[in-house]
């Protein structure tokens, strides 16, 4: 009796079959679990940055990326859900809804190459800072890149891809460019290999500046220990000169020695209130620094497993084949997407544990007094305002000789200072800051 080979009987692996399930799985659920952490968190973001009524360069691109983290997420989902429902073969889908999620999730990685190289030039070029990154070019730029993007994103995918009955399938002539040049070159690139090169270098310049900025402040600092030393012998050769040694009399013919200018020079409050700014403004500089270079870093380590999958399994030859290995790399994919993906929703965790104003503003909107607050620093502008108006002409007088003792006694004004901060006080006034950079 003759027996027959059944081969094409023969079951796969279960090593296979449980690696592959345990994938598919991946698939199905880790969209969900990111999506329901990241949309409410970059809501929060942008709701607790904008309620701080101070926007700025560095702010504007923050709250930009957590606008698109949140949509790319969304995007993402609703992508992988229809796709699972099978309902990924209609020409909306193939042509619009699937280059649109694309666009998204690469324009958010490029916005944060644009916020580092916004803190490289205020950490290493801190006077080119104010006329290079104005508001006005920074919303251009970002207009700039989203409209580049999402065009040739949607202008490649809307020709090449078209739907069929199993889903989107690429058209017969651009199959060559779609799988060889789109697939492992452009698309890559965009998404994940440029930003990642760029940040990983913006950020290592940004961390040597800081660290040169550093020893250049410890040498200022050594050098005006002596400073100090020099201001007491020359208000003692003063007062040496008032006393008759070597000086004019006094004018009263008494001999009492008069007080130098340098002691008798008092310290404005205008001095003590510039210097209050420029040590408010450091600080906000080193927070929303070390904040960014924080999301830099941890975006890097995320989007390093899916350079790697890219570089090493392109050379893979058994692409197709249904073989244990095949299932290993099938999963590694997931696991690479699924750390990939996360660095849309961790930033508001990160920016919530290194920036302290970040921190004490989101309780404040949690728990409502900053609302109350601004309306409450809206209601005493206008109060000052009418109170101001007031006053007749002859209280002009008493109010010029009044005005060293009103700026002694209230030398924060509320809405004296208009400017830009990336970040209002944590506590007392909630007014606005000028620009200072902390490096």
Not at 147 to 159: D, K, N, R
Not at 379 to 404: D, E, F, I, Q, Y
């Amino acid at each position: 009796m003759t027996v027959l080979p059944l081969t094409h009987l023969t079951r796969p692996d279960p090593r296979y079959v449980h690696l592959k399930e345990v994938a598919d799985d991946m698939q199905k659920y880790y969209l969900i679990v990111l999506a329901a952490i990241g949309v409410p968190s970059n809501a929060l973001t942008v709701a607790t940055i904008l309620s701080m009524n101070a926007l700025s360069p560095a702010t504007f691109f923050v709250v930009l990326l957590a606008v698109f983290d949140g949509s790319a997420l969304v995007l993402k989902l609703l992508g992988n859900q229809l796709g699972l429902l099978e309902l990924d073969n209609r020409a909306w889908f193939c042509q619009f809804l699937e280059p649109l999620g694309i666009s998204f999730t690469t324009t958010a990685n490029w916005i944060l190459v644009l916020i580092c190289l916004e803190r490289f030039i205020s950490v290493c070029y801190p006077l080119k800072k104010v006329y290079l990154f104005t508001k006005r070019r920074s919303f251009i730029c970002a207009a700039i890149l989203v409209v580049t993007l999402f065009s040739v994103i949607m202008a490649i995918l809307g020709v090449t891809r078209y739907p069929t009955r199993s889903g989107c399938s690429t058209r017969e002539r651009f199959t060559w460019f779609y799988k060889n040049v789109w697939f492992f070159y452009i698309n890559p690139g965009l998404y994940f290999f440029l930003p990642f090169c760029l940040i990983a270098i913006l950020t290592g310049f940004i961390i040597y500046g800081l660290q040169q900025s550093r020893k250049h402040r410890m040498s200022l600092i050594r050098k005006s220990e002596d400073q100090p030393k020099s201001g007491e012998e020359m208000r003692f050769l003063n007062t040496r000169g008032e006393d008759g040694g070597g000086g004019r009399p006094s004018s009263a013919g008494l001999g009492a020695p008069r007080r130098s200018r340098a002691l008798s020079t008092p310290v404005t409050p205008t001095a003590l209130h510039n210097k209050k700014m420029l040590d408010d403004t450091a600080r906000v500089e080193r927070s929303i620094t070390l904040m960014l270079i924080v999301a830099a870093v941890v975006f890097l380590v995320l989007s390093l497993p899916m350079c790697l999958y890219q570089l090493i399994f392109r050379f893979y030859k058994d692409r197709g084949a249904r073989t244990v290995q095949q299932a290993e790399w099938r999963l590694y994919l997931m696991i690479a997407f699924l750390l990939l993906d996360s660095s849309h929703a961790v930033n508001f965790f990160l920016y919530f544990f290194t920036a302290k104003r970040f921190r004490t503003q989101l309780l404040r909107i949690v728990t409502g007094r900053a609302f109350r607050c601004s309306r409450r620093l809206s209601r005493r502008g206008r109060n000052a305002g009418v109170n101001g108006n007031r006053l007749g002409p002859g209280t002009a007088s008493k109010s010029a000789s009044s005005s060293h003792l009103t700026e002694s006694t209230d030398l924060v004004p509320h809405h004296g200072r208009q400017g830009n901060v990336y970040y209002p006080a944590s506590s007392g006034d909630r007014g606005k800051m000028s620009i200072a950079n902390a490096e």
